[in-house]
C-alpha cells in the first residue's frame, strides 16, 4: 500500500492546490472587509508602516523601538477587533484558514507526515484501485433486501432471516458512524455467499467518507505481504512502509480468513497482526466462513481468545445469495 513517486507527486500536487485555494480565500475575505469597514484598511497598513519604522530604528540601535513597536501594535489590534465585531465578523475572518491545522495544508507536522497524509493516500489509493469500484457498488445505499427470507423464522432465531438482516445492517450502520467511539472491532461469520464481503464493504465505504484510513485485504494478500516483509523480498522502505500501514492504518479489513494457505508462519502472523492492533487500539474487521471453533483449530488456542474477547461477533445466516441471483437470472 505503499505510494510510488507519481502517487506521491500528486498527493502533494493537491496540497499546493490546497495552499493556492487557502491564499485566494483569504484573499477575499480581507477584500470583503476593507470594502465594507475601510477603517480597517487604514489601521493594517499603519501596522505595516510601524513595523517597517521598528525594523530600521532596531538597525540603527535604538533599544526602546521593538518595546514601543509592541504597545502600539496591541493598542491597533484592540482598535480593529472592535471593528470587526461592529460589523459582524469574528476575530480571525481575515486569518488564514486550513483544512488541516495540525499541518497547515503542508502534509507534514513536526517533521513527519501528517495523519491528513495518510488519509490523503488511502483516498488516492482507493481512487486508483479495484477496490474503489467495488465499494461504489456496494454500499448502504446499494444494499437490497429482496433476496433475504421473510416467509419463516430461521432456525437458530426468533425472527425471519429479513428481519435479522435489517437489525444487522442498523448495527453496522451505527459501528461506522460511531467508530472507534462505539467499537472497534467485529467478526462476521456465516456461509459462503450470505453477504459477510458486502457488509465489510458498506462499513469501509461509510468509513473512508468519514476520511478514515481503511485497507481491505483478502486474507492471502494479507500473509503475502507479511511474507514479503518478513522473509525480505521487497526494498526495505517500500516493505517496512506496507507493514507499517497493516498495523497502523485505523481500520483493517481481513477478508475471507480461512482461505489461505495456513501453516505456522499464517498461523503466528495472524496473532501478531491482531494482538498488535488490539494493543494500538486499532480496528480491524475479519469475515470467515469458519466458526469460532474452526478458527481455534485451524489456528491457535491464542488467536481465537483474543478474537473472542475483543471481537463484536456477527453470524449471517441463509442460503448463498449469488446463487440465488445466478438462478434468477437464469429464470429471466
Not at 487500539?281 to 491457535?300: Q, V
Request: neutral net charge; hydrophobic residues 35%; contains cysteine.
Amino acid at each position: 500500500m505503499a505510494l510510488n513517486n507519481s502517487q506521491y507527486n500528486e498527493v502533494m500536487r493537491n496540497y499546493e492546490k490546497q495552499q493556492l485555494e487557502n491564499r485566494h480565500s483569504q484573499q477575499r475575505r480581507v477584500e470583503e472587509v476593507y470594502e465594507r469597514v475601510p477603517q480597517i484598511k487604514s489601521l493594517d497598513e499603519e501596522i505595516r508602516v510601524l513595523g517597517a519604522a521598528c525594523a530600521k530604528q532596531a538597525l540603527q540601535g535604538e533599544d526602546g523601538a521593538r518595546i514601543r513597536f509592541k504597545e502600539n501594535l496591541q493598542k491597533i489590534r484592540e482598535q480593529r477587533k472592535r471593528l470587526l465585531a461592529s460589523a459582524g465578523y469574528p476575530d480571525d475572518y481575515m486569518e488564514m484558514r486550513y483544512r488541516c491545522p495540525d499541518c497547515r495544508d503542508t502534509g507534514y507536522a513536526k517533521g513527519r507526515r501528517c495523519h491528513c497524509f495518510e488519509q490523503a493516500r488511502i483516498r488516492l489509493l482507493y481512487t486508483q484501485s479495484n477496490v474503489s469500484q467495488v465499494l461504489q457498488q456496494e454500499n448502504f445505499d446499494t444494499l437490497s433486501y429482496e433476496w433475504y427470507d421473510n416467509s419463516e423464522c430461521l432456525g437458530q432465531l426468533s425472527m425471519t432471516q429479513l428481519d435479522y438482516m435489517r437489525m444487522v445492517v442498523k448495527n453496522c450502520h451505527e459501528f461506522a458512524a460511531g467508530f472507534p467511539d462505539k467499537g472497534k472491532n467485529i467478526l462476521f461469520t456465516g456461509s459462503t455467499g450470505v453477504g459477510k464481503t458486502f457488509l465489510t464493504n458498506c462499513i469501509a465505504k461509510a468509513l473512508i467518507d468519514r476520511y478514515i484510513s481503511v485497507i481491505c485485504l483478502t486474507s492471502q494478500d494479507l500473509f503475502e505481504l507479511l511474507s514479503r516483509y518478513r522473509f525480505n523480498r521487497d526494498p526495505q522502505e517500500e516493505a517496512e512502509e506496507a507493514f507499517s500501514h497493516i498495523l497502523d492504518c485505523e481500520m483493517l479489513i481481513i477478508d475471507d480468513l480461512g482461505t489461505e494457505v495456513n501453516n505456522t508462519f499464517v498461523s503466528s502472523q495472524l496473532f501478531y497482526c491482531v494482538n498488535e492492533r488490539i494493543n494500538r487500539s486499532k480496528g480491524t474487521i475479519i469475515s470467515t466462513n469458519l466458526s469460532m471453533g474452526a478458527l481455534r483449530d485451524m489456528y491457535s488456542d491464542r488467536v481465537a481468545s483474543r478474537i473472542m474477547s475483543h471481537y463484536a461477533t456477527i453470524p449471517l445466516y441463509g442460503e448463498d445469495i449469488r446463487m440465488k441471483k445466478k438462478n434468477f437470472r437464469g429464470l429471466t
